[in-house]
């Protein structure tokens, strides 16, 4: 069964760094084009950052653009998202995500189970 596991989310201050993981549960995500998107109560979830196998291509929403960078670690068949200079805004439920058009943010694959980020003075 394919399962994405995301960890790493938790709290943090305004201005503070996180970091989510995403692994692939008995498969690599070197293959796939993989994607972090986030959710809000009583919103749509939104594309945050997408990256391309093999070389990495990326794309950001505007919103992140600058504070987010996605990789990955080919040795583990991983990837994250390194969130920057946090604000309240960013407080959300973040999904990873396989099968993902990194320009339109129609996704046809897995999706995770979540992870909470909260930030919060």
């Known amino acids: 069964q394919v399962k994405l596991v995301e960890s790493g989310g938790g709290v943090a201050r305004p201005g503070e760094s996180l970091r989510l993981s995403c692994v692939g549960s008995g498969f690599s995500l070197n293959y796939n084009i993989v994607a972090w998107f986030r959710q809000v109560p009583g919103k749509e979830r939104e594309g945050v950052a997408c990256?391309?196998?093999?070389?990495?291509?990326?794309n950001y929403a505007p919103s992140v653009k600058g504070r987010f960078t996605i990789s990955r670690d080919k040795t583990a068949g991983s990837v994250f998202l390194q969130m920057n200079m946090v604000n309240p805004e960013d407080t959300a439920i973040y999904y990873c995500?396989?099968?993902?058009?990194?320009?339109?943010?129609?996704?046809?694959?897995?999706w995770g189970q979540g992870t909470q980020v909260t930030v919060s003075s």
């Open positions: 995500a396989t099968g993902v058009d990194c320009n339109s943010w129609k996704q046809w694959g897995y």
């Open positions: 990256i391309k196998p093999p070389g990495g291509e990326t």
